[in-house]
């Protein structure tokens, strides 16, 4: 079975802060999506990357940065954490168009 | 109006019953997925459909691509079963997915 891993299931960090969420695959995946899951607003998109070295926004990049130097690995980036940034956050990834999407088990994170 | 509808949106139902989530659509899709999401947030892909009908265990999922309506139903519910699922649509005209809202189900004992 396709492992995707997140390294962190509950984080918490203070405003201000850089904060990285580690996302890593096993099955040599293509595609790589970052979301986020909000009470009331559902899972959405902050970006994500089709190949190495290629990064895409979604429908919410502000605040967030991606980096996917390796195919196995996918790296959401918080520059500076704000309050509003205390979510679930949720990492996917798939061989490849028309294939189905394997997610890993989410990274709660809290902004103090 | 959002694109993925979900009904309901809460479901509490005794053990043994038959249940079934609903999810509706406007956009043209490729493919239609059903995913569980257990209460510590990590999320299954339960089915990936495109047309017609599946079934692992208990668990049946159907799509309708002409009326834009797909279901998931659970058969003898157990209280193992209480999650919430969500239907997510990936469109035909960008490959981006679009996610319902969820229903939450709890299965009493």
């Known amino acids: 079975d396709v492992k995707v891993t997140q390294s962190s299931r509950y984080l918490v960090k203070r405003t201000g802060e850089k904060v990285f969420l580690e996302c890593v695959q096993d099955?040599?995946?293509?595609?790589m999506f970052w979301y986020r899951q909000d009470p009331g607003l559902g899972l959405r998109l902050i970006y994500f990357?089709?190949?190495?070295?290629?990064?895409e926004k979604g429908d919410i990049p502000e605040g967030y940065s991606v980096s996917r130097e390796k195919k196995e690995r996918f790296s959401l980036i918080l520059e500076s954490a704000s309050t509003n940034q205390t979510s679930m956050y949720l990492c996917?990834?798939?061989?490849?168009?028309?294939?189905?999407?394997?997610f890993g088990s989410g990274t709660r994170l809290t902004v103090v | 109006k959002n694109e993925v509808e979900q009904s309901p949106q809460n479901l509490t139902a005794q053990e043994g019953e038959f249940i079934t989530i609903n999810c509706s659509y406007s956009?043209?899709?490729?493919?239609l997925h059903w995913l569980q999401q257990h209460p510590g947030g990590g999320i299954v892909s339960l089915f990936m459909?495109?047309?017609g009908k599946k079934k692992h265990g208990r668990l049946i999922a159907t799509i309708n691509i002409q009326e834009k309506h797909s279901s998931l139903h659970i058969t003898a519910s157990h209280p193992r079963d209480s999650a919430v699922y969500i239907c997510?649509?990936?469109?035909?005209?960008?490959?981006?997915?679009?996610f319902g809202k969820g229903t939450r189900l709890h299965i009493l004992p």
């Open positions: 996917a990834s798939r061989v490849g168009q028309d294939y189905g999407y394997t």
């Open positions: 099955m040599d995946h293509e595609n």
């Open positions: 990357s089709y190949d190495v070295k290629m990064k």
């Open positions: 956009v043209g899709i490729s493919a």
């Open positions: 459909l495109s047309s």
């Open positions: 997510a649509v990936m469109q035909n005209r960008d490959d981006k997915i679009i």
